[in-house]
């Protein structure tokens, strides 16, 4: 199992940015895939993710304002798209895979990207 972010960057606060999870080595239509992000000296927190059969859900209602994961069965990708960006969004992003569904244990979920960087100025 191979998953690839790709799409992050240095942005200004109040951007919008998509992030890319590019996946391999998997039945795509079997496996949902989680947005996480983490922070220097912060613990990893999940930030949104989608489901085998396409349903976007959230760990915290902190994160259903400006984050979306979307998936696109053609690409093998999920999407992470957050909009208003704040300083505080300075995290690495990951995206990871789990069988079928949004588990609220993170360790569900199984196969994990090497992260991609997003960092936020004001």
């Known amino acids: 199992v191979q998953l690839v972010e790709s799409g992050g960057g240095l942005v200004q606060a109040g951007e919008s940015l998509r992030l890319s999870c590019a996946a391999s080595?998997?039945?795509?239509?079997?496996?949902?895939i989680g947005w996480f992000r983490q922070a220097p000296g912060k613990e990893r927190e999940g930030v949104s993710c989608v489901t085998s059969n396409g349903k976007t859900t959230y760990w915290a209602d902190s994160m259903k304002d400006r984050f979306t994961a979307v998936r696109d069965s053609a690409s093998r990708t999920v999407f992470l798209e957050i909009d208003k960006l704040k300083p505080e969004d300075t995290a690495v992003y990951f995206c990871?895979?789990?069988?079928?569904?949004?588990?609220?244990?993170?360790?569900?979920?199984?196969?994990w990207g090497q992260g991609t960087q997003v960092t936020v100025s004001s």
């Open positions: 080595g998997l039945s795509f239509g079997a496996y949902a």
């Open positions: 990871a895979a789990a069988n079928r569904w949004c588990y609220s244990n993170y360790g569900a979920f199984d196969d």
